[in-house]
Each structure stands twice: as structure tokens, then as C-alpha cells.
């Protein structure tokens, strides 16, 4: 299908209701005040309601422009020269102890304006965090670094809880899906880095549908996630968040939503979540983790977790 083609009609278990609530209007102005960007507005997901309104938030780092431009994401690209908030790290730590969180997710947009792409402010970010709360559960959503592991190690060294690399599609749309810095292969060997520097390190990818992959490329592509160690795959349905992105091939129903996930869980994968709604970070996904690192800290130290 060509992007003039006629838009497939969106079906009705796509429908969300407009974010609302106290706790949402909340956390959408304390993040206002403290200028601090999330990927649960930027990237417009869908499920920003129900996770703000539960008091969880995916954290962006480095600001709200990329300097990557992938065909199927809604957040700003351009080149931001540069710049960049010192006190963000304090910020974004402060934000959270508001939040009254035990689980954080923390992202970043690509910022390849930068000598080192951002790996240094975002482990200090993390180290941050880390020295207010122990105890807190981190999980990462990273650029690629153009896949240079000496960048992917400074963040595996500060020993976040779950290391993510989002493959995002099969590799034949590859090309056409995401920007050229980035790539299939590029993002395996990321996520295979990450285990070869510590195999203690969960890792974890997600595949959007709908983009006119095939059975046969998704099976492949779960194949190779599970040849490099990913622990997590999650699944979501593709939606076209402006008239000049992409246009949706598919709208894959709930029920091969399902199907997806057995054939994921019967490959060996420690987690998986499968829906139409489901994006990379994901509520249920993340208290299962938090359970699985739970049980695996209070095995090394059972004296000292108690969340």
C-alpha cells in the first residue's frame, strides 16, 4: 500500500478515552513545571490515561527533539546543537520521589549532536536516582549509539534493572520504517552487548504490527531476539500519529494478538505482552519485572529489599 492509498478505518478495540483525572492533570503539570518531556506525550500513546492516573510516567531524556527522524514516531526531529539541561538528572529525580514511584522507566530521544550521544548524562541520571531511592526498579529504553558499546557499557555499568532496545519492526521494513542511522542488525548487536557485558542484566525489545510484515518475518525476528538473550518482547499495533507518517497496513486483531504471545512464551521468552494497545513500556509488564527482581534481589540480599 502507498501512502496515497485510502486509510484503513480504525477499529473499535482501538478507541481510548481522552487523558483526564486528577492524578493525571497532576503529574501533566508538575512535569510542565519542572520542563521536564515524556514519552507518554510525545509519542502520543495511548495508554498515557491509565499510566498517569496509576503514578507512572516513562521519563525522556535530553529534551523533546531527536536528531533521528524515524517514519513511524511522533516525536520532534531536528538538531538541538548541542544543548542540554545539567540539572535535568536532579530534576527528573525529584519527579519521581513526588510520584511516590517503585518501578521508573527512562527513555531518551537520539541526540547524535553530542561526542558521546548522551551516554554520559544518562547514566548520571540514572546514578541520581539510584542515590535517592535504592530500592527503585529501573528499567531503560536507550538510543542505539550508532552502536558503539563502549557508550552501551557506561549505561550497563550503573546497573539498571532491565536494559531495552527497541527493534521495532522486521528486518525488510526496516529501512523504510526507521531512520538510516539506525538498523536491524545494529540493534541485535546492542542488545547482545548488553548481555556479554552482564548477563545479570534482563534485556528487552518490542515489535509494532500492522506495517505489512509477515508471519514468517516476525517469527524470524523473534528468532533472532532470542539468539542474543532478550528476556522481554512486547507487541503493539502500529498507529499513524500524523497525516505525514507512515500509513497503517494492518489492524491486527486481538486475537492474533494472543497467538503471538504463546508463540513467544513457548520460545523461551521470560515475559511477554501482546495486544493492540501494548507499547514498549508497559503497566503489567512492569509490575511482572518488578516481581522477577524482586525475588532475584531478595535471593542475593534478603535482609535488604524490602519495597
Known sequence: MSNTEQRVPKPSWLKVRAPSGEKYLEI???????????????AKCPNIAECW????????????????GCRFCAVKTGNPRGKIDTEEPQK????????KLDYVVITSVDRDDMPDQGADHFARTIQVIKQHNPHLIIEVLTPDFKGDLSL?????DVKPDVFAQN???????????RDPRAGYQQTMNVLKGVKDMDPTRYTKSSIMLGLGETDEEVLQTLKDLRAVGCDVVTFGQYLQPTPRHLKVIEYVTPEKFKEWQTVAENMGFLYVASGPLVRSSYRA??????GVIEKQRAQITPTEIQI
Do not use: W
Not at 512535569?31 to 507518554?40: D, I, N, P, Q, R
Not at 509488564?285 to 518488578?290: I, L, P, T, V
Open 285 to 290: 509488564g512492569e509490575f511482572f519485572m518488578k
Open 28 to 42: 501533566k503539570n508538575m512535569l510542565g513545571e519542572l520542563k521536564l518531556a515524556t514519552v507518554c506525550q510525545e
Open 92 to 99: 527528573v529525580g525529584y519527579a519521581i520521589s513526588q510520584m
Open 167 to 177: 527493534i521495532e519492526t522486521v528486518e525488510r521494513l526496516t529501512k523504510k520504517v
Open 53 to 68: 492516573s496509576g503514578g507512572t510516567a516513562t521519563f525522556m531524556l535530553m529534551g523533546e527533539v531527536c536528531t533521528r
Open 152 to 156: 552501551v557499557k557506561k549505561i550497563v
